[in-house]
């Protein structure tokens, strides 16, 4: 599992503090888990009673809550499946900026994105 920088996990509902008049001060709390093999972009924001299944990928800045199935790919706010993780393996496995990164030296690299990000 990889996770991406400023991804954060919420695992309360602070809002029945608009109720705090009506009852005592209570939160709901609910248990996130998260398969095997998963990505989960940068700044995503997932809520509580949150299920994300084996293999799947979660776009960046997605909001995710409820359950997602195993071998999807989920973007948005709020996330949704956008496609199968297979089909997206077949994307980028075909891109002409997919580059082996254990061929090139960071010089190598960083000349080969340069030239890329002129097309």
Known sequence: MAIARNTRFITHDGSTWLFKNKSKMEYVFGKITIGNNCFIGENCLIL???????????GAGSVVRGK????SVIYGNPAKVVMKSSMSEKFLMNSKFLIDENKYTYDEKR????DLLKL
């Open 68 to 71: 997602v199935p195993d071998n």
């Open 111 to 114: 000349a080969l994105l340069t």
């Open 48 to 58: 509580p009673n949150t299920q994300i299944g084996d293999n799947c990928i979660v």
